[in-house]
């Protein structure tokens, strides 16, 4: 099982950015997809962006597209690039990853989830 570890939140004022950092060790990185899920207080969690296998196909939530953009550095480590961030961004952000692309990006059931980090942003 991979071990997640995120890093990169904090305060931003809307319209401002942030990058996110998860990342992985104890396994084959190569191996696994990866997925950010976000957790607003009082709200379930949900599926943010997905990346494939080896650095494969990106995925987007409807409500992140052309604002944020997900990347790996091939090597140990996932990141999320956050634009444009609006109030309602505001959540716990996770990482999860899965040997399985469709497991880690449609579901929360991935097998390996982060301890998440606090982004906040103020109107």
């Known amino acids: 099982q991979v071990q997640l570890e995120e890093s990169g939140g904090g305060l931003v004022q809307a319209g401002g950015s942030l990058r996110l950092s998860c990342a992985a060790s104890g396994v084959t990185f190569s191996r696994y997809a990866m997925a950010w899920f976000r957790q607003a207080p009082g709200k379930e969690r949900e599926f943010v962006a997905a990346?494939?296998?080896?650095?494969?196909?990106t995925f987007y939530a409807d409500s992140v597209k052309g604002r944020f953009t997900i990347s790996t550095n091939y090597k140990n480590t996932v990141y999320l690039q956050m634009n444009s961030l609006k109030p309602e961004d505001t959540a716990v952000y996770y990482c999860?990853?899965?040997?399985?692309?469709?497991?880690?990006?449609?579901?929360?059931?991935?097998?390996?989830w982060g301890q998440g980090t606090q982004v906040t942003v103020s109107s």
């Open positions: 990346i494939g296998i080896n650095g494969g196909n």
């Open positions: 999860a990853a899965d040997l399985n692309i469709e497991v880690v990006r449609t579901t929360t059931r991935a097998t390996s």
